[in-house]
């Protein structure tokens, strides 16, 4: 260990750590300072809150000191039943909550005129509240007190140990939330049989084995987004969306994206959509004859909008037969705290960024995606490994999460600019690709969009409004960015609602959508053939593999 630090202290001084940041600090400075001054020029309001906050807290220390229990809020970090039933844990924990419901509204007072500058006020705050929660100390926490008597103190010197073998790694704090040797890919994790059948310098293309002596005519195409392997959709057998399609008796092709090294630095979204998107959905109709049904996830589904505008622009919309994205953004007006992010000092910082080496890594962009949930994916681990000292559990989709894959900087560049700065996407030929205007609007394929409640990443909201701007229909699933993907029939869990009206507003949508318990899978399923043939072929059998699934591109390093 001390060796690995004298190795990272050395690398400082020869300058080989690089300088440059991925964001702007200035941009951030100028937020805040917007922000105080905003709240100085109003006076009144801030007065008003003082006096809110003053009897909030005289109610507070009126129920505190006589003993009167409060109602249990709905907070992971909260679950042990000594925060409840312990007063002096009990205050402790209400104090903080109330705090930070106070510091919240102080925040959603001021304003700055950007929505951009909004967003990082209220991410700064957030990053603060996460990181001093009672939760987070061993002095208030009572499991963390409750181990320490335990062990005699053996689990706080274990953890101390741990967060400095992961500084020493060179990689950050918090590597291990999940048990890295659980799972191996082709066996344990994304082992459902199949084989690459096509490869070009994109992306490999696996298709399932068959399990069903018929299968539907009309295959199925999975576009997954760049930032993670493809296999969230494969994972152990009985959480798996693939295995599960297969014996539904679907033919199941998934895009298998490369991970790009610095060889790839000027693909862009454009490249990926043409030798990426369009390229697998030829590959998959000269194998079967048949305009694939496409299903996407987050970015992926954004890729295939953009190649159905493509297709539809060149009269060859009929190489599709429907398509469904998942958690996908077409209209990048609502972002929410990601507009933080989107702001020009931090585009040209990250431009900056990218330059050398010709790419951003996976690790950069985990530590975004961890930020934007630091109570999950952060906090939560630094409590079980640096304070409890608790064994990291088997996780397969964290496993998932944690096998992130780079994107090339011209991609990133385009993405962040024409679509996330821009939201081009949003006008007709406001977007080209390969020379081709995208026009969103004209196109002819049936679509389904679904959304998931708990979104963190794309909010529901804002998935519900491009569904509209498509004329696509729409489903609403419950929990979170990925696990609301990931919800087996047999699970029956999350639930999700339906609603044939397609009312302006998504708050409206939900007032009078029916809920229905389970998953949203089989319901899915039935749309797929409502929009097929309803024909069944014999089962497709794989008699030209180059390697079994899930194939060396999810194996990249």
Do not use: N, R
């Given at each position: 260990m001390t060796r690995r630090l004298s190795e990272a202290a050395e690398k400082m001084m020869r300058g080989d750590i690089?300088?440059?940041l991925p964001f702007d600090p200035f941009a951030i400075a100028q937020a805040s300072t917007d922000f105080a001054l905003g709240l100085a020029a109003r006076p009144a309001d801030l007065l008003e809150v003082q006096i809110t906050a003053a009897q909030q807290w005289g109610d507070f220390w009126?129920?505190?000191?006589s003993g009167q229990p409060t109602e249990a809020p709905r907070d992971r970090r909260f679950a042990s039943p000594q925060w409840q039933d312990d007063p002096y844990f009990r205050s402790i924990r209400d104090s903080y909550l109330l705090a930070s419901e106070q510091l919240r509204d102080l925040v959603s007072l001021g304003t700055n005129g950007t929505d951009s500058g909004n967003a990082t006020v209220r991410f700064l705050l957030d990053q603060y509240l996460n990181a001093v929660a009672p939760t987070n100390f061993a002095h208030t926490n009572p499991e963390v007190l409750k181990r320490t008597k335990e062990t005699n103190g053996a689990n706080l010197v274990q953890g101390f140990a741990h967060l400095m073998e992961d500084m020493a790694s060179g990689k950050g704090i918090v590597q291990r939330r999940t048990d890295p040797d659980a799972f191996e890919k082709g066996k344990t994790i994304a082992a459902t049989?199949?084989?690459?059948?096509?490869?070009n310098d994109l992306f490999q293309l696996v298709q399932y084995a068959p399990t069903t002596d018929k299968v539907a005519v009309e295959p199925l195409l999975y576009v997954s987004p760049l930032v993670n392997r493809?296999?969230?959709?494969d994972l152990v057998p009985r959480q798996s969306l693939v295995k599960w399609l297969v014996e539904q008796g679907r033919t199941v092709f998934v895009v298998s994206w490369v991970n790009p090294t610095e060889k790839h630095k000027d693909k862009g979204v454009g490249d990926y959509v043409l030798e990426g998107v369009v390229e697998a959905i030829g590959q998959v109709r000269q194998r079967t004859g048949q305009s694939p049904d496409l299903f996407s996830f987050c970015l992926g589904g954004t890729l295939v909008a953009i190649a159905l505008g493509y297709l539809a622009a060149n009269k060859r919309a009929a190489e599709v037969n429907s398509a469904t994205l998942i958690g996908s953004l077409v209209d990048f007006a609502d972002m929410r705290d990601w507009s933080a992010f989107v702001h020009e000092g931090h585009l040209a910082a990250l431009e900056d960024h990218l330059e050398a080496q010709g790419y951003i890594d996976s690790l950069e962009l985990q530590r975004l995606f961890a930020a934007m949930r630091a109570n999950d994916l952060i906090w939560s681990s630094v409590v079980n490994h640096y304070l409890l000292d608790k064994p990291a559990p088997p996780s397969d989709l964290l496993y998932w999460f944690e096998d992130g894959a780079r994107i090339p900087a011209a991609f990133l560049k385009s993405y962040n600019r024409d679509l996330l700065l821009e939201n081009k996407l949003k006008d007709p030929a406001g977007f080209e690709v390969g020379g081709t205007p995208i026009d969103l609007a004209a196109i002819p394929t049936p679509m389904l969009v679904i959304a998931l409640k708990d979104d963190h990443v794309?909010?529901?909201q804002a998935v519900y409004s491009g569904a509209r701007s498509l004329g696509a229909d729409f489903i609403l699933g419950g929990s979170g960015h990925n696990a609301g993907v990931i919800n087996p029939p047999a699970a029956n869990k999350h639930g999700f609602w339906t609603n044939k009206a397609r009312p302006a507003s998504a708050d409206e949508w939900l007032e009078t959508a029916r809920r229905h318990e389970g998953s949203w899978w089989p319901t899915w399923t039935e749309w797929l053939?409502?929009?097929g043939s309803k024909k069944t072929v014999p089962a497709r059998k794989?008699?030209?593999?180059?390697?079994p699934a899930p194939g060396s591109y999810a194996k990249m390093p």
């Open positions: 690089k300088a440059s009126t129920k505190a000191l049989p199949g084989q690459v059948v096509f490869q493809f296999y969230m959709i794309s909010a529901w053939s409502g929009k794989i008699e030209d593999g180059m390697e």
